[in-house]
């Protein structure tokens, strides 16, 4: 909402307040001011300038030579706008002048012509181009006779002006109009309110001898006031007229349709304008439409309607989307004579939903929607004619037709004081809570030590008495309200157990070098199992946003992939990114999904990359099995992990494993399919994916430091021959159990195939480090211990030791 404080000064006294104070008081009161427009932006030396002559440059078939009085002397003005035209009152921006964007004004030479200044459109003063009449929206701004050359131009467009700009919660539709505004405003300053005096001339003719009424949707529209106005004249809004309408953000049409929308943002309440003759019947017939049934609204739409919107009808087709937008059909032209002023109250659950359905907002609709004022619905038509009769030159016919069964009875509140300060935790008087009522021109008694109040019917908000109480708090000021602390006891906050491996799980991979990435719970039904470690019925959404967001994960996998191939596609050609989050199993007992949290990780391109050095390192299976093992091993539970060779559809066959923690699955790793590669135009990608919530439950031992051995360690390095298809991760397992209290490390370091290794034969080189914390080992114990590792290699993985 928009509020000129112009505007505002006409209904409530703000002389001699800044608008920066305004704008503080009013969000301190609990109506948020977001930002203060400079409607002048800061501009000096615009004037008023006068067209004497406009002849064609000779130089430039678009350029116009203009002879422009701007009241001081006669000046010549180069000017390419093609309404340009002589005997024109323009706007002038003189040299020196500073337009909106640092615009510079000065004197210049075009085509060889002098030229002393600009001669300005609206949006070159900072006006919004969907703002200025289409009349000149591709020229310059034409002002009316009656300015004066060399006059300030900028009082007379009405730019002298400060907006404030509300940021309104739902509960305050009250505050969608000036008038709403300066109650507001009355109240914070302690000042009453001045509303407009409605006064006009009504003709002997009647409104109810030449349009009939009829509503045959009670529940939907309990309230329709219908005035007549003949003999209009329809042309260009006053001046005054326009510049509030665009400081209010909406776009001058024509006197008639001006009137309505000035007269909406007065009060508050939607009008609409029908040509009289465009109804033909004489007649406005208020009904549910037809199923199917169409209209062409004003924005030149045809709409398909359905059996429960409210349409404004000539009795026979429809002419108004009742709440929403008038018709094309009885639309308002050059031409019309003869207006009908509608003003009424619509249900707003039925306009919610019919503009909902047919997907038109419009500043009507959405003050529907929320809920008018009852008792402005006359008054707001009567405001509407007193200014056609006065701006159109229309002749109001005496009375209104109108439909009235709306209860306009204000809501009835009581609450005790005592309630309120109990509430509030503080000691406001009766007299104080009775003032502060008074300021906000809530109707209110005091009766037996309890205060009475009738809501005003313009706050629709104030129905309960925890709204009084937010009435009179605000007003008397949240920072009067005491800061207590609680008295409890209380219990120093701390991360669980498993809160804190959690973030050693973040730690471990950020400092690996994997940024953390945010993504969707939301996926594709197609996507929504793909790499999944365990499946179950899928989660669909009843609306979802598209088809692309319409089920829950049950990997977080493929939408790393998404955001690898977002990225690959912006020229980041190295992407390590991993995520902690849910994923999202069946269903539980109160049928909500079961969600299961999982940490994931994409890595590809390149994981080393040193220019300097020349040294570079593609990223590989082993780079990410290396991160799985430095998590595993942060948690203090490396000596269960293990690997597994696996199959797993969209996997790379030779280059996928399960882990394993003791022997049971908890992730997969490995490379992306060659072919989903492919698809997703990423290079050799690796992922991770592992059940997070199952590896933090694990219990483990507290961490206990020991001293660093003073004793020296002795390796030993043996070099196997086995079958191809054993892994390295078998012999290791094989040759710690076997190894016993003193082997302490082993390490793969070599990996042989080829010449004099015989055919379907490897060799795989280990480093065994024995040692005793306690003592320096002999060499017998050494050969001891080592012998048993050779034994339970040849028995248990066929393995022989190579010479």
Known sequence: MLVSTKWLSDYVNIEGIAPEDLAERITRSGIEVDSIIDRSHGMTNVVVGYVKECVKHPEADKLRICQVDVGEEVTQIICGAPNVAEGQKVIVARPGAVLPGNFKIKKAKLRGEESNGMICSLQELAIEGKLVPKAYAEGIYVLPETAVPGENALPLLGLDDQVLEFDLTPNRSDALSILGVAYEVGAILSQGIELPKISYTESAEKAEDVLKLRVDAIEENPMYVAKVVKNVKIAESPLWLQNRLMAAGVRPHNNVVDITNYVLMEYGQPLHAFDYDRLETGEIAVRLAEEGEKITTLDETERTLKSHNLVITNGHEPVAVAGVMGGLNSEVHDGTTTVVIESAYFAPASVRQTSKEIGLRSDASTRFEKGVDPNRVIAAAERAAQLMAEIAGGEVLAGSVIVDELDKTPARITVSPDYINNRLGMKISLEEMLSILDRLQIPTEAVNGKLVIDAPTRRQDLRIEEDIIEEIARMYGYDHIPMTLPIAESKPGGLTSYQAKRRTVRAFLEG???????????????????????????????????????????????????????????????????????????????GLPQEVEHVAAVITGKWVDHAWQ??????????????????????????????????????????????????????????????????????????????????????????????????????????????????????????????????????????????????????????????????????????????????????????????
């Open 614 to 803: 020349a040294e570079t390192k593609p990223v590989d299976f082993f780079v990410l099995k290396g991160i799985v093992e430095g998590i595993m091993d942060s948690l203090g539970l490396s000596e269960g992990l293990s690997f597994e060779q696996a199959v797993i559809n969209g996997m790379h066959p030779g280059r996928t494993a399960n882990i394993l923690y003791n022997g049971e699955q908890i992730g997969l790793i490995g490379q992306i399919h060659p072919t989903e590669q492919k698809k997703r135009d990423l290079k050799n990608t690796y992922v991770m994916e592992m059940n997070l919530q199952k590896i933090l439950s694990i219990e483990t031992d507290e961490l206990v430091y020991v001293p660093v051995p003073r004793f020296p360690s002795i390796s030993r390095d043996i070099a196997l021959v086995v079958d191809s298809g054993t892994s390295a991760g078998t012999l290791e397992t094989v040759i710690r159990s076997a190894g016993g209290k003193l082997l302490k490390d082993v390490k793969l370091f070599d990996l042989y195939e080829g010449a004099n290794v015989e055919e379907g034969k490897k060799s795989v080189a280990f480093s065994l480090t024995y040692t005793d914390p306690e003592r320096t080992l002999t060499d017998e114990e050494v050969v001891k211990a080592h012998d048993k590792v050779l034994k339970a290699l040849t028995e248990q993985a066929g393995a022989l030791l190579r010479g």
């Open 512 to 590: 690996a070098g994997l940024y953390q990435a945010l993504t969707y719970s939301l996926t594709s039904k197609e996507h929504a199992q793909q790499y999944a470690l365990e499946t179950a019925p899928v989660t669909e959404l009843l609306m979802p946003m598209s088809e692309d967001r319409s089920t829950l994960r049950q990997s977080i996998i493929p939408h790393l992939l998404e955001t690898a191939t977002y990225n690959v596609a912006r020229r980041i050609d190295s992407v390590a990114l991993y995520e902690t989050g849910s994923v999202f199993l069946g269903e539980e007992e109160d």
